[in-house]
């Protein structure tokens, strides 16, 4: 048998491990990683990996193809079908909400907003933002809790068209 590394986006590894027991992760010294030690590790390495999992589910539900966006600036990019038969149809960015507020650490201000919708534009992709919504009892420190409750997470999408933020300011 002929050994090749894989390479995987975390959200997906995490995919593999906790959802479908497909994938079992070894550490430097060939110990298994169970999959509360990945999702606590894998929270230390991505602050919003908790944000990004929900999100990868909620689009895994939706049957798209995803994969990492860090090319576009964005958290994901989705395809109808895949890499290798279309181009991707949207850059997906990812906003945290608890509590009914956007958490600052995922805020979009006007300027970033202009600068995805310029990257968009000219990859020929269109916008799609997600919210991800963590119930209002949530401890978000709490590792276990937060894998637990995955499922009690709900994700809002919020599509755009190439829009010029700065001529709409104008308008006003």
């Known amino acids: 048998m002929i050994e090749e590394p894989l390479c995987l986006f975390l959200e997906e590894a995490f995919f593999l491990m906790h959802m479908l027991n ?4 070894k550490d430097t010294r060939g110990n298994t990683i169970s999959v509360a030690q990945a999702f606590a590790k894998f929270r230390t390495v991505k602050r919003n990996f908790l944000a990004c999992y929900c999100a990868y589910l909620y689009l895994k539900s939706k049957n798209w193809i995803i994969k990492s966006g860090i090319k576009f600036g964005g958290d994901f990019v989705i395809y109808v079908k895949g890499p290798q038969f ?3 149809s949207y850059i997906v960015l990812i906003q945290e909400v608890f509590d009914g507020a956007e958490m600052q650490s995922s805020a979009i201000d ?3 907003f202009q600068g995805f919708n310029r990257i968009a534009e000219t990859t020929g992709k269109d916008l799609l933002f997600l919210e991800v919504h963590y119930p209002s009892a949530l401890d978000l420190s709490d590792d276990a809790a ?11 999408e919020t599509f755009t068209k190439h ?3 700065l001529a709409a300011r104008n308008q006003v």
């Not at 497909?22 to 992760?25: A, I, Q, S």
């Not at 937060?146 to 809002?156: I, S, T």
């Open 22 to 25: 497909m994938l079992c992760l």
């Open 86 to 88: 279309y181009h991707a």
């Open 110 to 112: 006007g300027l970033d």
């Open 146 to 156: 937060c894998l637990e409750r995955v499922k009690d997470v709900h994700v809002a």
């Open 163 to 165: 829009h010029n933020y």
